[in-house]
Nanobody
Framework: QVQLVESGGGEVQAGGSLRLSCAAS?????MGWFRQAPGKEREIVAA????????HYADSVKGRFTISKNNAKNTVHLQMGNLKPEDTAIYYC??????????????????WGQGTQVTVST
């Protein structure tokens, strides 16, 4: 069983930066960051394979966000820059249960964290 715990959320002004972290217990594979804003469906933000050889970013965050992972510490991070009010959402960390290419579908991920709130103000 894999447990995921996110941290690093908070409130920041537009144009600012935040770094989200996800600490995992247990063996993780492809890791993803998703977000869900009020009244909207959960959407992929970024994903990274276990060996960090393959990444995926949503078009809306390309060039602003960077996903990285540290297998020795079993952590995955999301560095977010030039934040915009539309980035406001609950951000979730997720892991698949086997080796797979980065998937944009939430159904591909088996394990989920509890989420961390990111609020970007104007």
């Amino acid at each position: 069983q894999v447990q995921l715990v996110e941290s690093g959320g908070g409130e920041v002004q537009a144009g600012g930066s935040l770094r989200l972290s996800c600490a995992a217990s247990g063996r993780t594979f492809t890791m993803g960051w998703f977000r869900q804003a009020p009244g909207k469906e959960r959407e992929i933000v970024a994903a990274i394979t276990r060996a960090a050889t393959n990444t995926h970013y949503a078009d809306s965050v390309k060039g602003r966000f960077t996903i990285s992972k540290n297998n020795a510490k079993n952590t995955v991070h999301l560095q977010m820059g030039n934040l915009k009010p539309e980035d406001t959402a609950i951000y979730y960390c997720a892991s698949t249960k086997d080796y797979t290419v980065p998937s944009v579908a939430s159904s591909a991920y088996t394990y989920w964290g509890q989420g961390t709130q990111v609020t970007v103000s104007t």
